[in-house]
């Protein structure tokens, strides 16, 4: 772990998480082992009517009850408008936003429409039940392929348009010598973190301070738009991370609660707290993936794509949260994934919204719909032309010649660039690693047996370390010790480890002598936190700046201190050294910082402090890439299908942690798992959501999961980064609907059979009915 000076090399290396010892040992602090003096208590009424317009809310009974101090409906918080974006105010979206506390109607099971504020969590519950509401109930609206109706007056629930594409379409398929279509579904489903959601809102009046604890994921950008919601300065709001418990998108945006405790802080002078139960998460938090797509691909006879066009009913549920139309937009973007498709391309997607819970990002937002779709369109184009699978996806994978591609598409807000890769060795490697041939004939064997057994493969490309910039500051103590002070976030990644290596080995000291701050908005001035698997490329590439800016102030002290040329110093393991003098003179980091302190005479004219700031910009996000390969057994008899091997080949570019990086992978293909075979929402006629409880909306457990064989490599280091990494959060979640589908396809002998995920038992075994 040593380099030739001596000095310690941790990225590349497998240490041990920072992160671990409080969560191991019980000494965790989640947003519901924060509480204030004189701390109240906040319940949520929700409707129970999918859709309908508020006649009366009754709150009367509810404020008489003992112990409770306020009870809030819309009229209450009047001059709080609904929900903003993330990025900011979109003129065309803005009917469709949702109201911090539903206004004039209901618009699904769920929408809040009133708040209880009371003395302990208990009675504050037993309020809300004694609220009661008269709704008008209205026709409900349950699928995006339906015909719009009106979302209100002039309004339709079509909320947007979106298109992508480039080249001539519709010349490109007059002319194809092929064309294949399909029609798609991906279900409604969602992340499930082990914490549920939390806030506790705080004023403190003696510095005019709101504070929001409980943050996670994006604190500034939170804290920019809870200043503009509630009509205060950004610098009188601040926001506070906890430990979280689970984030995978869903968690840290800002939703009607969050605005709720900060509202009821301010006007009721007393902290609040909101601590969210199961049954909300399932029917609140924000829910994803509900996708259809028709999609034709125009191909020549050797199973070259020569066109894609894809029409997308985008099911985004009641209203237009804080991504906006993130997702959607997309999914236009990133459909053709590793392909070539040098004709034409369109995408068109209705933006659509129905009565159900509102959806926005979930893990691989738009990507593990997008490779459900490319994949089994290639695996449809490979049977209906009598080819190999796997030809077909090395005839039109990009190649390594082609590197850096560029693409006349966007994924959020940038043309997509795919800055390196090798996609046809990446095949190969996963190939040759499970010995392809033989598997197949195998498997052949055993289906021959009577077992329903199949192997399945989905190829993609990934998108990490989205900009366009970041900053950290780093500063070294006198005891030596290094605070790594970040505006990202830690939602259980191992961001602290990561950022504490990176630093270490820029600097030349011990990754356990870093302590890495994040998710307060008090430490530091700007921060973008962790989302589209920004944080490894962005914020440890700007870690390593403002490193080596301290290394260099640390060096130019050491010089005049040691009295020796700085080109002959190094710093290793926290002290600086002569180079190639093991028994020389040194001097700690510490008495460095020391020298610097303001009224050190030491310092001379140099600034004071041993710290400095790093930025880092990026144009372009960087592309990651891998593939997923899955074998499974179907039981004839129920439908049950049962996962037997599951291996991911990726290429991260370059692991600052492999241990890591393969629990980021582990971790996304069991949400991956869930989402391909039981996770979905799923609803009545009249709306009503009938995956409440964990009894109906099934979780994989370790009894439905393989174990997973991850191959690792570090072929293409990124050229867009000095650290050439890329991210890794959600390429475990990618492939799996298509690796699966494709698996199923192959083991029922029905090519082109599953058209619809989650691949239930109860929806395979009508298929394999229908075969008999």
């Not at 307060?520 to 800016?549: D, F, P, W």
């Not at 009545?684 to 409440?692: F, H, I, K, M, Y």
Request: with cysteine.
């Amino acid at each position: 772990m040593n380099n030739a000076s001596g000095a310690t090399k941790w990225i590349g290396q497998s240490v041990e998480r920072l992160e671990d010892p409080p969560l191991v040992t019980g000494r965790g602090c989640f947003v519901g082992d924060i509480n204030f003096p004189r701390q109240l208590h906040m319940r949520i009424v929700r409707s129970n009517h999918a859709h309908g317009r508020i006649v009366a809310i009754d709150t009367t009974q509810a404020r008489a009850l003992p112990g409770v101090v306020a009870v809030w409906t819309a009229a209450d918080i009047a001059d709080i408008g609904p929900i903003d974006f993330r990025e900011g105010p979109i003129e065309k979206l803005a009917p469709y936003r949702q109201p911090v506390l539903a206004t004039g109607k209901v618009r699904y099971v769920g929408d809040p429409v009133a708040a209880v504020f009371a003395e302990d969590p208990y009675i504050a519950e037993d309020a809300a039940d004694l609220v009661t509401m008269e709704i008008e109930e209205l026709p409900v609206l349950l699928s995006a392929e339906a015909a719009p109706g009106e979302f209100s007056p002039g309004k339709s629930t079509e909320a947007a348009l979106l298109t992508q594409g480039y080249g001539d379409i519709e010349a490109v398929f007059r002319s194809a010598p092929h064309i294949i279509e399909l029609k798609l579904t991906s279900g409604r489903h969602s992340g499930v973190p082990l914490e549920c959601r939390g806030a506790i809102g705080r004023y403190d009046a003696a510095r005019d301070m709101l504070e929001l604890h409980g943050a996670a994921k994006v604190p500034h950008r939170n804290k920019e738009l809870i200043a503009r919601m509630l009509n205060r300065p950004p610098s009188s709001v601040n926001c506070y991370e906890s430990h979280v418990g689970g984030g995978f998108g869903i968690r840290g945006e800002i939703y009607p609660e969050d605005i709720l405790v900060c509202a009821a802080a301010l006007k009721l002078d007393r902290p609040v707290k909101w601590i969210e139960d199961r049954r909300e998460h399932l029917i609140a938090a924000n829910h994803s993936r509900n996708q259809h797509h028709h999609v034709r691909a125009a191909c020549n006879a050797d199973g070259e794509i020569l066109a894609i066009d894809d029409v997308i009913h985008h099911d985004n549920g009641a209203y237009v949260r804080t991504h906006a139309t993130r997702v959607a937009m997309m999914t236009c973007g990133v459909l053709p994934g590793p392909y070539r498709v040098p004709g034409a391309y369109r995408a068109v997607c209705h933006f659509r919204l129905t009565n159900k819970t509102p959806a926005a990002t979930y893990r691989a937002p738009g990507r593990f719909e997008t490779t459900f779709v490319r994949e089994r369109l290639v695996d449809a184009i490979a049977h209906q032309l009598k080819l190999d699978p796997m030809a077909v996806r090395r005839r039109n994978a990009v190649t390594v010649a082609e590197m850096p591609f560029k693409r006349p598409l966007e994924a959020l807000g940038e043309e997509i660039h795919f800055d390196s890769g090798d996609y046809h060795k990446l095949l190969d490697t996963i190939l040759n690693y499970v010995e392809w041939g033989k598997l197949n004939v195998e498997l052949a064997a055993r289906r021959a047996n009577g077992e329903m057994v199949g192997a399945g493969l989905a190829m993609f490309v990934e998108k990490a370390g989205l900009g366009p910039a970041d900053g950290v500051r780093i500063q070294v103590d006198t005891s030596g010790f290094v605070e790594v002070i970040t505006g990202g976030a830690s939602i259980g990644q191992g961001f602290e480890t990561v950022m504490a290596q990176v630093a270490a080995e820029t600097l030349g000291a011990d990754y356990k002598k870093m302590r890495v701050t994040h998710g307060n908005t008090e430490r530091i001035e700007n921060g973008i936190g962790a989302h589209a698997s920004r944080a490894t490329v962005m914020t440890a590439s700007a870690t390593r700046v403002a490193a080596l800016k301290v290394r260099d102030k640390a060096l130019n002290m050491a010089a005049e201190l040691m009295q020796a040329p700085i080109d002959t110093l190094d710093i290793v393991d926290g002290e600086v050294v002569v180079v190639g003098r093991e028994h020389g003179p040194s001097v700690t980091l510490g008495q460095i910082a020391a020298a610097l302190q303001p009224h050190s005479k030491l310092r001379g004219e140099r600034e004071p402090g041993l710290s400095a700031e790093g930025w880092f910009y990026a144009d372009h996000q960087v592309y990651p890439y891998g593939n997923h390969l899955a074998v499974v057994k179907v039981d004839p008899d129920t439908g049950g299908v049962k996962v037997e091997r599951y291996v991911i080949a990726y290429d991260i570019g370059r692991a600052i942690n492999p241990t890591l990086v393969k629990g980021q992978i582990a971790g996304g293909f069991v949400q991956g798992l869930g989402g391909a075979l039981m996770e979905e929402f799923t609803y009545n006629e009249r709306g009503d959501p009938l995956a409440v409880t964990f009894a109906d909306y099934l979780l994989p457990t370790v009894r439905e999961t393989p174990d997973l064989e991850i191959v690792l490599t570090e072929d293409y280091p990124s050229p867009l980064n000095p650290l050439g990494i890329k991210g890794a959060g959600e390429s475990g979640i990618n492939g799996v609907g298509g690796a699966i589908a494709s698996a199923i396809d192959n083991a029922i002998g029905i090519p082109g059979a599953i058209t619809v995920l989650p691949v239930t038992p109860q929806r395979l075994k009508a298929i394999i009915d229908a075969k008999r």
